[in-house]
């Protein structure tokens, strides 16, 4: 056993394949793909390729939310479906403005490391996805805790 730092130790990474997990399915694929070139352009590039699937992902998992907020609040008429319109479009711009972070910062540490630390837009996309969905799921908390208030008259 070697006592190398997985993170800035290029030598076990050049060994490993990329992008393809063993058995791998689509979603792992998707979730585990081939790390950009180490030129801003392609990174950049590698971001915007994942985009479309990122705001599919997130905006389904909106639907989700919303439709669950919507048969809540229609017993309790507690949001009118124009307001859950408007927090989803201010939501879609925030979480692109967010995905957005996911090349600065590539780039960023790219810069500040270069070949030191092994790329990080993988990992950077699987984190910002798991977030973006965990975030999106988050207000049906608050609209069920307020639809069993409110269905015990203590609102």
Not at 95 to 119: D, H, S, W
Request: one cysteine or more; proline letters at 8%.
């Amino acid at each position: 056993m070697t006592n190398l730092d997985t993170l800035t130790d290029p030598t076990p990474a050049a060994e490993l394949k990329r992008g393809i997990v063993p058995g791998g399915t689509f979603l792992a694929d998707f979730l585990y793909p081939e790390p950009a070139e180490r030129r801003v352009g392609a990174m950049i590039g590698w971001w915007e390729k994942r985009r479309l699937p990122y705001n599919l992902i997130v905006g389904a998992t909106g639907l989700v939310t919303m439709t669950f907020g919507v048969a809540l609040t229609t017993v309790v008429a507690t949001l009118q479906p124009v307001d859950m319109v408007r927090m989803a479009i201010w939501w879609a711009v925030w979480a692109n403005v967010c995905y957005t972070l996911g090349p600065v910062t590539e780039i960023a540490l790219q810069k500040l490391f270069g070949g030191r630390l092994l790329p990080a837009g993988p990992l950077l996309f699987r984190a910002g996805v798991t977030v973006a969905v965990g975030v999106t799921l988050l207000p049906i908390i608050p609209i069920t805790i307020g639809f069993i208030l409110n269905f015990l008259g203590l609102v």
